[in-house]
């Protein structure tokens, strides 16, 4: 590590002074993603805000039939709220199997919106579910907040403050671990909306989570989960590393889409 500054502001809008006061300051939340990436030396702030402790972000509640999630909710406490297992459980499994323990108790949600690695699991269920991210600014759609690999529509400054999910009729969220690190080697989140239309969202292909359209529409026509093998999944949506190829991670995927259709069933 190297000498920075570390403060822990008591509000929300003391934390954006600090970014406003210096453009080399970061947000700190969960720590998880971060603190490995400075200890490696990848980034250099010049101070920490750490946001993990504002009361402004930790809240679960429901908001119609939906539900809102403030973003220094850690993934261990979405695992646990009954809010969210009532409402969205498949959400709930989805934060109960990120990372281990430690992970899980100090990692938020915000945190890893914010991050949006190829492999994180919750953008899959951010994009599936149509989710919309609220910011110190503005309320983002999830197809407009994600932005490819580790990218988001977040301006400098910009604090992710809640995500708000609306209800869905039935979700599964499937990975396929990498033992070592337990991050996803390919993670499959496919719902089934309020409205009856099909959503699956993919991540762990390495170039940002993203949605299988002709996937959606197949089942939308009332097709089986069976004829999904024939259905295109464009091999341009993945890229392969020592852990496995392209064509084996889209493999992956239509095998794990299809367990996770038909668990909802
Ligand atoms: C060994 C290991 C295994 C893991 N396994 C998984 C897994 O299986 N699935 C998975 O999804 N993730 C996994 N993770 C990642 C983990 O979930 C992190 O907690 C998460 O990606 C980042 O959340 P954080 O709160 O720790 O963010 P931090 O590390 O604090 O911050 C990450 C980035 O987001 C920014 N940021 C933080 N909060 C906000 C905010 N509210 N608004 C705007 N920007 C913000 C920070 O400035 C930083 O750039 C794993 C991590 C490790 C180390």
């Given at each position: 590590?190297?000498?920075?500054?570390?403060?822990?502001?008591?509000?929300?809008?003391?934390?954006?002074e600090?970014?406003?006061?210096?453009?080399?300051?970061?947000?700190?939340?969960?720590?998880?993603?971060?603190?490995?990436?400075?200890?490696?030396?990848?980034?250099?702030?010049?101070?920490l805000?750490?946001?993990?402790?504002?009361?402004?972000?930790?809240?679960?509640?429901?908001?119609?039939?939906?539900?809102?999630?403030?973003?220094?909710?850690?993934?261990?406490?979405v695992?646990?709220?009954?809010?969210?297992?009532?409402?969205?459980?498949?959400?709930?499994?989805?934060?109960?199997?990120?990372?281990?323990?430690?992970?899980?108790?100090?990692?938020t949600?915000?945190?890893?919106?914010?991050?949006?690695?190829?492999?994180?699991?919750?953008?899959?269920?951010?994009?599936?579910?149509?989710?919309?991210?609220q910011?110190?600014?503005?309320?983002?759609?999830?197809?407009?907040f994600?932005?490819?690999?580790?990218?988001?529509?977040?301006?400098?400054?910009?604090?992710?403050?809640?995500?708000?999910?609306?209800?869905?009729a039935?979700?599964?969220?499937?990975?396929?671990?990498?033992?070592?690190s337990?991050?996803?080697?390919?993670?499959?989140?496919?719902?089934?909306?309020?409205?009856?239309?099909?959503?699956?969202?993919?991540?762990?292909?390495?170039?940002?989570?993203f949605?299988?359209?002709?996937?959606?529409?197949?089942?939308?026509r009332?097709a089986?989960?069976?004829?999904?093998?024939?259905?295109?999944?464009?091999?341009?949506?993945?890229?392969?590393?020592?852990?496995?190829?392209?064509?084996?991670?889209?493999?992956?995927?239509k095998?794990?889409?299809?367990?996770?259709?038909?668990?909802?069933?």
């Amino acid at each position: 590590m190297y000498d920075l500054g570390y403060s822990r502001p008591a509000t929300l809008a003391k934390a954006l002074e600090l970014l406003q006061q210096d453009d080399l300051a970061q947000l700190v939340s969960g720590g998880q993603t971060l603190m490995p990436v400075l200890r490696a030396r990848l980034a250099a702030p010049s101070q920490l805000v750490d946001i993990a402790r504002l009361d402004d972000l930790r809240q679960i509640c429901t908001i119609g039939a939906g539900i809102e999630i403030g973003a220094g909710m850690t993934h261990a406490e979405v695992a646990a709220s009954p809010v969210v297992r009532a409402h969205l459980p498949a959400l709930a499994a989805l934060a109960g199997g990120i990372g281990d323990a430690q992970i899980r108790h100090r990692g938020t949600i915000g945190g890893s919106i914010a991050n949006n690695d190829p492999a994180a699991c919750y953008p899959s269920a951010v994009l599936a579910l149509g989710a919309r991210v609220q910011t110190n600014l503005r309320m983002l759609d999830a197809e407009a907040f994600f932005a490819g690999m580790f990218a988001t529509a977040l301006e400098p400054g910009e604090i992710v403050t809640a995500v708000h999910f609306p209800a869905c009729a039935v979700a599964c969220y499937l990975k396929f671990r990498n033992p070592a690190s337990r991050f996803a080697l390919v993670g499959v989140f496919a719902a089934r909306l309020a409205s009856d239309e099909h959503r699956i969202a993919i991540i762990g292909g390495g170039n940002g989570v993203f949605r299988w359209h002709e996937a959606e529409r197949h089942l939308d026509r009332g097709a089986g989960v069976d004829g999904l093998d024939t259905v295109p999944l464009d091999l341009a949506n993945f890229t392969g590393d020592i852990h496995g190829s392209a064509d084996y991670r889209r493999h992956v995927a239509k095998v794990i889409t299809r367990r996770a259709l038909t668990q909802m069933a």
